[in-house]
């Protein structure tokens, strides 16, 4: 998701409209969300704020004492208020707080910021991770905490050993003085909590960093590679019953007839019972004293639904209606231009580009734990906007959003899919653990969802036909761009659609068209309404408009025999200083144009600029027996000050990976008869080790502040890729994905 910078101070009005009581009263109060932030406040060795400062000094997400916990023995744990899901937040954001409060970085630990008001992005003011912004939007924010919970401990050893804090240092956490004197964090924790937290304070010059910039392994890598490290499904609590659910086959549709009685024969299986499901559908509820014994209850279930008055869609069928659409104007403009051109240039490209659904696929299956007593809930899992999350679960059980409490987990990976507006996994956890107590069984409930559930009945990425005619002259001057989107909203129905849904054309269908080129182009759009559940998949709109993008101006540049890298340029016209460093850097570092590749082997180039941050690639490539096969890439990265280079050099090659998934055949989600026909990696195919390229990441210098990570390494690699393809054959890059043999 990429929220404009402009709308993101009314942002925090969509939470405060989405967490209204499940009675109907008012929408909550801010005072109200203090009350609810309590016990995450109470979790830090400090008090929220001295006595000697008002209510109003600072914000909570301002505020040292929710983030940072020093123990006598130095060990300083960071609280992160994003979900840590793979992308290195947890690291990256205690690098930046321990970086201003010098702290000894073998002692840092990190830990998960709860539903509380002070975890909220401080750009959008609501629980948020997503859209790349962990690092972006918390630079500032963690700098300043870091800064803060020095200057406490400063003004604590100051004041101990009767000495002004100017004539006192701290380095690898500790405090030191004239005379010798030493004292370390741990020593002083407790003396500093007595200390006001200082409205103002003084940063470091980025000339002294020791911590940002370095290449910093991660707070989790070891728990991680040894199996220690605990997810959201790992969690236990004492009489827990584990819950799957048979969904309807057909999205929307409701069980008709229940033949339990196999079902309730298997050993550990407590109770069958009928549950909402998402989109008005009912589905039946195994409970049981483990998973397994639930999945075989599930499995035996006789079951008849019933499909009538629900769309049954068959994407094949949805494909020609989309290419239907896509020959007329959209009635909705994003761009416009004159286009008087198009008809007499010289030379023109008419082209059709389709793009399947697609599912996000986390190794960590979905799950959701729920202990409710009929008047409090309190929930586990991985999430990523735990404020929506906790205020549905509120209106599904009943409750005031006070009486819920969320605890983030880690999370295995999500894409996107932790994060979406009607909370369909949480409120079905909530539906199961509200009908198991009206059924007389009082205990915690982990609704579990199978990797098969979720490829089969899950969110998806939309799919989308694009169709272009542009016209230009022999030289590759675009005279016209005429171009028309297919594809669902994401936005539309949800609580963001007022502000991102901009007349009509929801804003990440269109994001990355154009730019950062100077094209004449006229946008219209075509939202079909679609009975298949969509999101937004990692790097979302980008993840086909990059596509279209790059592979056309590859078109255009063959076809007016130009060199791929020079008419980008050209079409930048020096107003683009970042995307040209990125792309001359990959062009420099792949020795592009200069070395000798392999008989068979070509290069192809592709740009983009997602979530603030500009990738290039030069990917290299041959074919063999028809099949395409993706050897090297080098990457070119702009994203401003590096903070942890090599989780950016992580992020992406793990971004580039998943591009190439969608490359790869069988990386599609197809629907017959309203039924998806995947169910598993079987069926789903995802890149995997033999497909893995070598990835070469280079990152251009900067000191301006961070811009995103997570998600702009994607959409490139396809349209790099692909125009490597296209060199090799002579003919147009693929215009579907995935590729076909070639």
């Given at each position: 998701m990429h929220f404009d910078p402009a709308i993101a101070a009314d942002l925090h009005h969509v939470l405060s409209h989405r967490v209204t009581a499940a009675d109907g009263a008012a929408p909550l109060e801010r005072r109200s969300f203090l009350k609810l932030g309590a016990a995450g406040f109470a979790l830090g060795v400090f008090p929220l704020r001295s006595s000697s400062q008002t209510a109003d000094a600072l914000k909570p997400t301002q505020q040292p004492a929710a983030f940072v916990q020093i123990e006598r023995d130095g060990t300083t744990t960071v609280a992160v208020n994003r979900l840590e899901f793979g992308q290195g937040a947890h690291t990256g954001l205690a690098m930046v707080l321990a970086e201003e409060l010098d702290a000894d970085w073998t002692k840092v630990r990190a830990r998960h910021g709860d539903a509380s008001p002070a975890y909220v992005d401080p750009a959008f003011g609501m629980h948020l991770t997503g859209g790349s912004n962990s690092i972006h939007n918390s630079y500032m924010q963690y700098r300043e905490l870091g800064a803060r919970m020095r200057a406490m401990l400063v003004a604590a050893a100051a004041q101990q050993w009767n000495t002004e804090p100017r004539f006192l240092r701290t380095e690898n956490g500790a405090v030191t003085g004239p005379g010798g004197r030493r004292a370390t964090y741990g020593e002083l924790a407790d003396a500093a909590m007595k200390q006001p937290v200082p409205q103002k304070i003084r940063l470091k010059d980025p000339k002294q960093f020791r911590l940002i910039g370095k290449p910093t392994r991660r707070l989790d890598a070891r728990a991680k590679s040894t199996g220690q490290q605990a997810f959201g499904i790992d969690v236990r609590l004492p009489g827990m019953l584990t819950a799957v659910v048979a969904h309807p086959p057909v999205y929307g549709a409701k069980v008709k007839t229940v033949d339990d009685g196999a079902a309730k024969a298997v050993r550990g299986v407590k109770a069958v019972l009928r549950v909402p499901t998402d989109r008005g559908g009912v589905g039946v509820a195994v409970l049981a004293d483990g998973y397994w014994p639930a999945r075989q209850g599930r499995d035996a279930l006789k079951l008849e639904w019933d499909t009538s008055g629900v769309e049954r869609v068959d994407t094949a069928q949805l494909l020609v209606q989309y290419r239907e659409l896509a020959r007329q104007p959209g009635g909705l403009k994003h761009f416009d231009a004159d286009l008087s051109e198009l008809d007499h240039a010289p030379n023109r490209i008419t082209?059709?580009?389709?793009?399947?659904?697609?599912?996000?696929?986390?190794?960590?299956?979905?799950?959701?734990?729920?202990?409710?007593?009929?008047?409090?809930?309190?929930?586990?899992?991985?999430?990523?906007?735990?404020?929506?999350?906790?205020?549905?679960?509120?209106?599904?059980?009943?409750?005031?959003?006070?009486?819920?409490?969320?605890?983030?987990?880690?999370?295995?990976?999500?894409?996107?899919?932790?994060?979406?507006?009607?909370?369909?996994?949480?409120?079905?956890?909530?539906?199961?653990?509200?009908?198991?107590?009206?059924?007389?069984?009082?205990?915690?409930?982990?609704?579990?969802?199978?990797?098969?559930?979720?490829?089969?009945?899950?969110?998806?990425?939309?799919?989308?036909?694009?169709?272009?005619?542009?016209?230009?002259?022999?030289?590759?001057?675009?005279?016209?761009?005429?171009?028309?989107?297919?594809?669902?909203?994401?936005?539309?129905?949800?609580?963001?659609?007022?502000?991102?849904?901009?007349?009509?054309?929801?804003?990440?269908?269109?994001?990355?068209?154009?730019?950062?080129?100077?094209?004449?182009?006229?946008?219209?759009?075509?939202?079909?309404?679609?009975?298949?559940?969509?999101?937004?998949?990692?790097?979302?709109?980008?993840?086909?408009?990059?596509?279209?993008?790059?592979?056309?101006?590859?078109?255009?540049?063959?076809?007016?025999?130009?060199?791929?890298?020079?008419?980008?340029?050209?079409?930048?016209?020096?107003?683009?200083?970042?995307?040209?460093?990125?792309?001359?850097?990959?062009?420099?570092?792949?020795?592009?144009?200069?070395?000798?590749?392999?008989?068979?082997?070509?290069?192809?180039?592709?740009?983009?600029?997602?979530?603030?941050?500009?990738?290039?690639?030069?990917?290299?490539?041959?074919?063999?027996?028809?099949?395409?096969?993706?050897?090297?890439?080098?990457?070119?990265?702009?994203?401003?000050?590096?903070?942890?280079?090599?989780?950016?050099?992580?992020?992406?090659?793990?971004?580039?990976?998943?591009?190439?998934?969608?490359?790869?055949?069988?990386?599609?989600?197809?629907?017959?008869?309203?039924?998806?026909?995947?169910?598993?990696?079987?069926?789903?195919?995802?890149?995997?080790?033999?497909?893995?390229?070598?990835?070469?990441?280079?990152?251009?210098?900067?000191?301006?502040?961070?811009?995103?990570?997570?998600?702009?390494?994607?959409?490139?690699?396809?349209?790099?890729?692909?125009?490597?393809?296209?060199?090799?054959?002579?003919?147009?890059?693929?215009?579907?994905?995935?590729?076909?043999?070639?």
């Open positions: 082209a059709e580009f389709a793009f399947p659904y697609l599912a996000h696929a986390p190794m960590e299956p979905l799950n959701c734990t729920v202990a409710f007593d009929g008047q409090k809930a309190e929930l586990w899992m991985g999430t990523q906007m735990p404020g929506f999350d906790a205020a549905s679960a509120a209106s599904t059980l009943g409750v005031a959003p006070e009486a819920v409490k969320v605890n983030t987990q880690m999370a295995g990976g999500g894409f996107g899919r932790r994060a979406i507006s009607t909370s369909d996994y949480v409120v079905e956890a909530c539906q199961v653990a509200k009908a198991a107590r009206a059924a007389g069984l009082n205990a915690p409930v982990r609704t579990l969802w199978s990797r098969e559930d979720d490829i089969k009945g899950g969110y998806y990425r939309p799919m989308h036909v694009h169709r272009a005619q542009i016209g230009f002259d022999v030289e590759g001057n675009i005279l016209a761009w005429d171009h028309v989107i297919v594809g669902q909203s994401i936005l539309k129905g949800t609580p963001f659609e007022e502000y991102l849904v901009k007349d009509g054309i929801d804003s990440t269908a269109v994001e990355g068209m154009r730019e950062p080129y100077a094209i004449p182009m006229r946008l219209t759009v075509h939202h079909p309404q679609v009975n298949v559940p969509v999101l937004w998949w990692r790097s979302v709109g980008s993840t086909h408009t990059a596509y279209v993008m790059e592979t056309l101006l590859d078109e255009v540049a063959r076809a007016s025999k130009q060199d791929p890298v020079a008419l980008r340029l050209k079409l930048m016209g020096g107003k683009h200083p970042r995307h040209a460093a990125a792309l001359k850097l990959a062009v420099e570092k792949s020795g592009y144009g200069k070395r000798k590749l392999a008989p068979g082997h070509a290069w192809g180039v592709a740009l983009h600029e997602s979530f603030n941050t500009v990738v290039a690639y030069v990917a290299e490539a041959s074919i063999e027996k028809g099949v395409p096969k993706l050897h090297h890439v080098t990457a070119g990265v702009h994203c401003n000050l590096p903070v942890n280079p090599l989780s950016i050099e992580t992020q992406i090659q793990g971004a580039a990976l998943m591009g190439l998934s969608t490359c790869l055949p069988g990386n599609a989600i197809t629907l017959k008869d309203g039924v998806v026909e995947q169910n598993n990696f079987g069926e789903y195919r995802v890149a995997r080790m033999p497909d893995m390229p070598l990835i070469a990441v280079h990152i251009v210098p900067s000191a301006e502040p961070p811009t995103g990570i997570g998600e702009p390494g994607l959409p490139p690699l396809a349209p790099a890729y692909a125009n490597a393809i296209a060199r090799l054959t002579g003919k147009n890059a693929p215009r579907e994905l995935p590729f076909a043999t070639v």
